[in-house]
């Protein structure tokens, strides 16, 4: 089966992650243990488990003159994803992002989005002269060049799949044309909707709320170590979270809406690209890091089977 090719609209971060047992109070300092730099950034852990979990991942963003871009275009070029749509951007240096992780695994992050901010609408336009299969994008960029991949999308008539984070105060979700799949987390949808999915009542109410704002075709709520909640317009489902040693829950989101999309475009099953996408969730926090922790193929196929997950 031929590779699917999915272009991947989003941010591209150097990460600084400080472990520590525990984030500090107000006015309190707290010595951390280690702190270590990893590729980041919600594009770029999303481009990274396409290549990684059996797709043909082209990546369009945008960094900095600077060390960390450089160091960033090296590590997408291990990963086999496609780099000529970065553009290098004059002025501004690459993302940063701080990541507070605590000894159980959660993390609070802080990304200040530097030449993300400055795609463009042209350079979104000559990424789909690659003529994916689907185009992936996050709330990194800006509003401008996430409104203008859905118009595209819509002309080439390609799926589009909208990991729906971080939220934007009036972001012009009526702007979105064409969205097949919107998946935010519980905090996300509760940003975005108003609506705190603590239970399937309200994941329901939640995602015709979502689906209202964005005429998105499917909504799934990835619900953290609770799983996910798929909506089709009619009819819901529910699919639990797989029980794992978590470390750093940092880019399991992006593992999961990576692994959704990959599995939705092989299959068109949209309750097996979810319990499919929940595995790539589970592996991801077992291991420390953003890029580094998102998981393999192999590594997918091997946690299926081991655990006798019907997909």
């Known amino acids: 089966m031929k590779k699917p090719r999915i272009l991947v609209v989003g941010s591209a971060n150097m990460d600084i992650v400080f472990s520590m047992p525990r984030i500090p109070n107000k006015g309190e300092s707290i010595i951390a243990e280690k702190y270590s ?15 990684r979990i059996g797709g043909d991942a082209v990546f369009c963003a945008r960094i900095g003159n600077d060390e960390a871009g450089k160091k960033l275009l090296e590590a997408y070029a291990r990963e086999k994803i496609v780099v000529r749509y970065i553009k290098t951007d004059k002025v501004a ?9 605590e000894d159980d695994g959660t993390n609070r992050i802080v990304v200040y989005p530097n030449a993300n901010l400055n795609l463009e609408v042209e350079d979104v336009e000559n990424a789909f002269l690659c003529y994916p299969d689907a185009v992936l994008m996050q709330f990194e960029t800006n509003a401008e060049s996430v409104a203008a991949a859905t118009e595209f999308a819509a002309k080439q008539n390609i799926p589009v799949i909208i990991d729906a984070g971080p939220v934007e105060k009036d972001f012009p979700y009526e ?14 949808t509760a940003q975005i909707t108003g609506i705190n999915p603590t239970n399937a009542d309200m994941c329901l109410q939640a995602c015709m709320r979502l689906q209202s704002m964005t005429k998105a075709k499917y909504v799934v709520l990835k619900l953290s170590d609770r799983g996910c909640f798929a909506f089709d317009g009619k009819n819901v489902e529910y699919m639990p979270s797989h ?22 475009l092989k299959t068109k099953n949209l309750s097996r690209a979810c319990k499919y996408a929940n595995v790539a969730g589970a592996l991801a926090v077992t291991k420390f890091g953003a890029m580094s922790s998102l998981p393999t193929e192999a590594e997918l196929d091997n946690f299926v089977l081991a655990n006798k997950i019907k997909l």
Request: net charge negative.
């Open 37 to 51: 730099y990893v590729p980041g950034g919600k594009g770029a852990n999303a481009a990274t488990a396409v290549a």
């Open 93 to 101: 240096q690459t993302g940063l992002a701080a990541v507070l992780l």
């Open 175 to 188: 702007l979105l044309k064409n969205v097949t799949i919107i998946s935010p987390n519980e905090v996300e």
């Open 243 to 264: 029980y794992v040693n978590a470390k750093d829950t940092t880019a399991a989101g992006d593992a999961f809406t990576a692994a959704l999309t990959v599995e939705y």
